[in-house]
């Protein structure tokens, strides 16, 4: 039985210039007790749509066109009755939990207020419905816990209460918009496991905003899939997964990481390359290529790094160590991969090898050198040269006020200051092209550039200096599937030809899988386990990696 | 504080029993020991004792400084909300336009407006002093009688104008932001009613900031209540200042910027104590994230 009904729904965005389509004549349907998930790469509207449904969009846009039928009622019928279902019969969730609660107000009083907006209860009853209603998604010492403030819960807590909020009226709809996306993998399939149970509990129609394909196999019944505003395709969700109608859907899908084997390359089926044959890598005359020798290149010994709250007060009491006694050694050649989730000090470690923070005790060597002990800044800026880093967030970790050209030019003349400006030129251009980038890009801004063509200059940039080690942190995990899949590509054709050994630094262990020779599985700042990529998936030793490993969302769980 | 007639012999036993001979070290240590001990010596011009004097003027400028504060805060906050709250309009358009004015006129030029448009043309407010004051032990106050109460309209609205401004401005500013957070939108998603959460959703998160500049304001409004004081010859301690640079009476000059640096530090000292209260966020520290 259909309970919503989305038909034709459009949505503009009336620019000074040109009206932006942010959805375009989309039909859902939606049955109760069913979780639809609605996927897409940025900006292709699927928040938008999820928005729309509630009339929740942002000025300048509005919905221009279509109708909302939830059961019997057209609920977009006039704009001002829809502010009485928000809440009452469709509850929304929002993607980062640290953000969609008010900080100054307590748990207690923001469900109060919202149960006492729709239902008619005093304060007490109010107070005993949210009680229960936060037992019910998973909070323990309800009671206790109804008085604290937003900041006072963890993460994953935090979404639970913001599912609370959401489900407090009883609505039969419920829409969440990557509600897992900032969260830990371990959490992110409790919030998952947690909605599955209340959309069967409380027989709820769900539609499941996100762009993890692994989510969807894993959780909805059926998928819509959306390209820059218009409904690609929609079926039951193993149909989609396993075999797509249209051609977006089936490069959106093999774009995704495999869980459960290593594949050499990523298949991208849109737009390949042309002069794949060709894809030479221009800087490779002006390389000085190391031989591989089968030796280590970074050896970290017993590194331990805390950090202190203050100078002066409370230095020992409150110190958390980001990094507890780790060592690990990364062979010259191989890709080293260190996976954990957040706060687990994986990005500390990285920090240190680089450079950027100084161990609180531990050593780093490099190529058989301890660069944590070198005093004179000379001597390190060698070091320096040889160690570059890609950082995760490719719009701020590109200055925005220089051109691309500056950017690259930069470590250039920092080791070679003597180098003439022609060839100076002539380089940033081969490493433009290395990446894949045109020559015209060195003289654009970097905020002319989307997200995945910032990383590539991320990439040139880090490759600038010649580098024997590179570290890769998170440099994915803001990008799109289909970027990604390019991205991993690149680093993966760069390392082969340039002889790089990388330090690839995530929480995605699908990436990890594809990426990296030897893993390393950190948490709460010590190394459970070091081994091979494919032991470490296929029989892994520690308990948490076993943990890890089984909670992770794999797209191939459609086949069971 | 010697006259045409007054002998060298004379001059030279008072400069040495003001302890004027003595080494400028000598000077500055003895002044830091009384100081702290709260006494500042003999005004040369008045030949009161300095701390005396402070005590004399002290209501008058505390009444004009809270009563302008006041002034700033609550009707800058208001319009602040309403401008944030509806951002075109004409009436939002106007109080910006005024709120540009009232930055950018000195306050001396407001005052005098002010005294020429109500005392000379209307006659409807005193131009200058406090009125009759009634002394009740320790404290004088204008507020109980009719033309005290008249005597501070005009002061106090030029003294609070820029600071309101001020206010406006930002409170105008982080209700915007504020507007545009998740929590608010998500507060819109669960069906909360706009006026809650225009007023107490997001008025609340807005006043934090406004603490922090209330606070260095109030500092700011004594600093400023010079020039207000002049301009009304009010009988506040700005006035007395005023006079006695004219005079170079020293002890007056340095009891004035002691106290006054006394009284920004208190203040800012409550502000930060304001914040612990309001902010639930630095109010439990140590067991965050727990669960």
Same mark, same amino acid.
């Given at each position: 039985?259909?309970?919503?009904?989305?038909?034709?729904?459009?949505?503009?965005?009336?620019?000074?210039?040109?009206?932006?389509?942010?959805?375009?004549?989309?039909?859902?349907?939606?049955?109760?007790?069913?979780?639809?998930?609605?996927?897409?790469?940025?900006?292709?509207?699927?928040?938008?749509?999820?928005?729309?449904?509630?009339?929740?969009?942002?000025?300048?846009?509005?919905?221009?066109?279509?109708?909302?039928?939830?059961?019997?009622?057209?609920?977009?019928?006039?704009?001002?009755?829809?502010?009485?279902?928000?809440?009452?019969?469709?509850?929304?969730?929002?993607?980062?939990?640290?953000?969609?609660?008010?900080?100054?107000?307590?748990?207690?009083?923001?469900?109060?207020?919202?149960?006492?907006?729709?239902?008619?209860?005093?304060?007490?009853?109010?107070?005993?419905?949210?009680?229960?209603?936060?037992?019910?998604?998973?909070?323990?010492?309800?009671?206790?816990?109804?008085?604290?403030?937003?900041?006072?819960?963890?993460?994953?807590?935090?979404?639970?209460?913001?599912?609370?909020?959401?489900?407090?009226?009883?609505?039969?709809?419920?829409?969440?918009?990557?509600?897992?996306?900032?969260?830990?993998?371990?959490?992110?399939?409790?919030?998952?496991?947690?909605?599955?149970?209340?959309?069967?509990?409380?027989?709820?129609?769900?539609?499941?905003?996100?762009?993890?394909?692994?989510?969807?196999?894993?959780?909805?019944?059926?998928?819509?899939?959306?390209?820059?505003?218009?409904?690609?395709?929609?079926?039951?969700?193993?149909?989609?997964?396993?075999?797509?109608?249209?051609?977006?859907?089936?490069?959106?899908?093999?774009?995704?990481?495999? &869980?459960?084997?290593?594949?050499?390359?990523?298949?991208?089926?849109?737009?390949?390359?042309?002069?794949?044959?060709?894809?030479?890598?221009?800087?490779?005359?002006?390389?000085?290529?190391?031989?591989?020798?089968?030796?280590?290149?970074?050896?970290?010994?017993?590194?331990?790094?805390?950090?202190?709250?203050?100078?002066? &007060?409370?230095?020992?009491?409150?110190?958390?160590?980001?990094?507890?006694?780790?060592?690990?050694?990364?062979?010259?050649?191989?890709?080293?991969?260190?996976?954990?989730?957040?706060?687990?000090?994986?990005?500390?470690?990285?920090?240190?090898?680089?450079?950027?923070?100084?161990?609180?005790?531990?050593?780093?060597?490099?190529?058989?050198?301890?660069?944590?002990?070198?005093?004179?800044?000379?001597?390190?800026?060698?070091?320096?040269?040889?160690?570059?880093?890609?950082?995760?967030?490719?719009?701020?970790?590109?200055?925005?006020?220089?051109?691309?050209?500056?950017?690259?030019?930069?470590?250039?003349?920092?080791?070679?200051?003597?180098?003439?400006?022609?060839?100076?030129?002539?380089?940033?251009?081969?490493?433009?092209?290395?990446?894949?980038?045109?020559?015209?890009?060195?003289?654009?801004?970097?905020?002319?550039?989307?997200?995945?063509?910032?990383?590539?200059?991320?990439?040139?940039?880090?490759?600038?200096?010649?580098?024997?080690?590179?570290?890769?942190?998170?440099?994915?995990?803001?990008?799109?599937?289909?970027?990604?899949?390019?991205?991993?590509?690149?680093?993966?054709?760069?390392?082969?030809?340039?002889?790089?050994?990388?330090?690839?630094?995530?929480?995605?262990?699908?990436?990890?899988?594809?990426?990296?020779?030897?893993?390393?599985?950190?948490?709460?700042?010590?190394?459970?386990?070091?081994?091979?990529?494919?032991?470490?998936?296929?029989?892994?030793?520690?308990?948490?990696?076993?943990?890890?490993?089984?909670?992770?969302?794999?797209?191939?769980?459609?086949?069971? | 504080?010697?006259?045409?007639?007054?002998?060298?012999?004379?001059?030279?036993?008072?400069?040495?029993?003001?302890?004027?001979?003595?080494?400028?070290?000598?000077?500055?240590?003895?002044?830091?020991?009384?100081?702290?001990?709260?006494?500042?010596?003999?005004?040369?011009?008045?030949?009161?004792?300095?701390?005396?004097?402070?005590?004399?003027?002290?209501?008058?400028?505390?009444?004009?400084?809270?009563?302008?504060?006041?002034?700033?805060?609550?009707?800058?906050?208001?319009?602040?909300?309403?401008?944030?709250?509806?951002?075109?309009?004409?009436?939002?358009?106007?109080?910006?336009?005024?709120?540009?004015?009232?930055?950018?006129?000195?306050?001396?030029?407001?005052?005098?407006?002010?005294?020429?448009?109500?005392?000379?043309?209307?006659?409807?407010?005193?131009?200058?002093?406090?009125?009759?004051?009634?002394?009740?032990?320790?404290?004088?106050?204008?507020?109980?009688?009719?033309?005290?109460?008249?005597?501070?309209?005009?002061?106090?609205?030029?003294?609070?104008?820029?600071?309101?401004?001020?206010?406006?401005?930002?409170?105008?500013?982080?209700?915007?932001?504020?507007?545009?957070?998740?929590?608010?939108?998500?507060?819109?998603?669960?069906?909360?009613?706009?006026?809650?959460?225009?007023?107490?959703?997001?008025?609340?998160?807005?006043?934090?900031?406004?603490?922090?500049?209330?606070?260095?304001?109030?500092?700011?409004?004594?600093?400023?209540?010079?020039?207000?004081?002049?301009?009304?010859?009010?009988?506040?301690?700005?006035?007395?200042?005023?006079?006695?640079?004219?005079?170079?009476?020293?002890?007056?000059?340095?009891?004035?910027?002691?106290?006054?640096?006394?009284?920004?530090?208190?203040?800012?000292?409550?502000?930060?104590?304001?914040?612990?209260?309001?902010?639930?966020?630095?109010?439990?520290?140590?067991?965050?994230?727990?669960?």
């Amino acid at each position: 039985m259909t309970f919503l009904k989305i038909n034709n729904l459009s949505v503009d965005y009336q620019m000074r210039k040109e009206t932006v389509y942010a959805a375009k004549n989309v039909n859902i349907e939606v049955n109760k007790g069913e979780i639809l998930g609605l996927v897409g790469e940025s900006g292709s509207g699927k928040s938008t749509v999820g928005n729309a449904i509630i009339n929740l969009i942002d000025e300048p846009g509005k919905v221009s066109s279509g109708s909302v039928i939830l059961g019997d009622l057209n609920i977009h019928e006039n704009s001002e009755s829809i502010v009485k279902y928000r809440g009452n019969k469709i509850g929304l969730i929002f993607q980062d939990p640290q953000t969609s609660l008010n900080p100054i107000l307590t748990v207690g009083e923001q469900l109060i207020e919202t149960i006492q907006t729709h239902l008619k209860l005093s304060k007490e009853e109010a107070k005993n419905k949210s009680i229960n209603l936060l037992k019910e998604v998973g909070i323990k010492d309800a009671e206790v816990r109804f008085d604290n403030y937003p900041h006072q819960f963890s993460g994953g807590m935090r979404q639970r209460v913001v599912i609370s909020l959401a489900l407090c009226c009883e609505p039969e709809l419920l829409i969440a918009d990557e509600p897992t996306t900032a969260l830990d993998v371990s959490i992110q399939s409790q919030i998952l496991e947690l909605i599955k149970k209340l959309t069967k509990e409380r027989n709820l129609a769900v539609i499941l905003i996100t762009h993890d394909m692994g989510v969807i196999a894993e959780t909805a019944d059926r998928v819509a899939v959306m390209k820059s505003g218009n409904l690609v395709e929609i079926g039951e969700t193993k149909k989609i997964l396993t075999s797509p109608q249209e051609n977006y859907t089936k490069s959106l899908v093999s774009s995704v990481p495999p &869980t459960n084997k290593k594949i050499s390359r990523f298949v991208i089926v849109e737009k390949e390359n042309k002069n794949k044959k060709e894809n030479n890598i221009k800087i490779l005359n002006r390389w000085s290529k190391k031989e591989i020798i089968n030796q280590d290149l970074v050896e970290i010994k017993n590194l331990n790094k805390s950090f202190d709250d203050n100078f002066f &007060t409370e230095s020992s009491k409150n110190s958390v160590m980001a990094v507890n006694d780790v060592s690990f050694a990364i062979k010259e050649g191989e890709s080293f991969g260190l996976v954990g989730e957040s706060g687990s000090g994986k990005s500390t470690i990285a920090k240190m090898i680089v450079n950027l923070f100084k161990p609180s005790s531990g050593d780093i060597f490099f190529d058989n050198v301890c660069i944590t002990k070198i005093k004179q800044r000379s001597e390190l800026m060698k070091f320096r040269k040889q160690i570059q880093m890609i950082f995760q967030d490719p719009y701020s970790s590109l200055n925005g006020r220089l051109k691309v050209k500056d950017i690259i030019a930069e470590p250039i003349t920092l080791h070679n200051p003597s180098i003439s400006s022609l060839d100076l030129n002539n380089y940033i251009y081969d490493l433009l092209e290395s990446v894949e980038l045109t020559q015209k890009s060195a003289d654009r801004y970097p905020h002319e550039f989307s997200g995945g063509q910032r990383q590539r200059i991320s990439i040139a940039r880090a490759l600038a200096t010649q580098p024997r080690l590179l570290v890769c942190d998170e440099p994915t995990s803001a990008l799109d599937v289909s970027i990604q899949a390019q991205i991993l590509n690149l680093l993966k054709d760069l390392q082969e030809q340039l002889n790089l050994t990388i330090l690839f630094i995530s929480h995605d262990l699908p990436v990890v899988r594809q990426m990296c020779d030897r893993i390393g599985v950190l948490k709460d700042g010590k190394l459970c386990e070091v081994s091979n990529t494919e032991d470490l998936f296929l029989k892994p030793t520690h308990e948490y990696t076993k943990e890890l490993l089984r909670l992770m969302p794999k797209i191939e769980s459609i086949y069971n | 504080m010697v006259g045409e007639e007054t002998s060298d012999e004379e001059r030279a036993e008072l400069r040495e029993t003001l302890g004027l001979m003595d080494p400028i070290h000598v000077q500055f240590s003895r002044f830091i020991v009384n100081a702290s001990k709260g006494e500042f010596g003999i005004s040369y011009q008045l030949r009161r004792p300095v701390s005396e004097l402070i005590v004399e003027r002290l209501p008058a400028t505390i009444e004009l400084v809270v009563i302008s504060a006041l002034i700033a805060l609550i009707t800058g906050t208001l319009l602040g909300v309403y401008t944030g709250i509806n951002r075109k309009g004409f009436l939002s358009d106007f109080v910006l336009a005024i709120s540009l004015l009232g930055v950018s006129l000195p306050t001396f030029v407001i005052g005098i407006l002010f005294i020429y448009l109500f005392a000379v043309i209307l006659g409807i407010l005193p131009s200058f002093g406090r009125g009759e004051v009634v002394d009740i032990g320790f404290w004088t106050t204008g507020f109980l009688t009719v033309s005290g109460l008249k005597a501070i309209i005009l002061p106090s609205v030029t003294l609070s104008l820029f600071q309101m401004t001020y206010i406006i401005r930002l409170v105008r500013a982080e209700m915007m932001e504020i507007l545009q957070t998740d929590y608010i939108k998500f507060a819109r998603a669960r069906g909360i009613s706009e006026n809650s959460i225009k007023y107490k959703h997001a008025l609340k998160n807005g006043l934090i900031p406004v603490i922090t500049i209330a606070g260095i304001n109030i500092g700011t409004l004594i600093a400023f209540s010079i020039i207000t004081e002049t301009v009304f010859q009010w009988p506040g301690m700005g006035f007395l200042f005023i006079q006695a640079v004219q005079f170079v009476d020293i002890p007056i000059m340095s009891a004035y910027l002691v106290f006054i640096a006394f009284v920004f530090v208190m203040i800012n000292f409550i502000v930060d104590i304001l914040y612990y209260l309001i902010d639930p966020r630095i109010r439990v520290k140590g067991d965050t994230a727990s669960g």
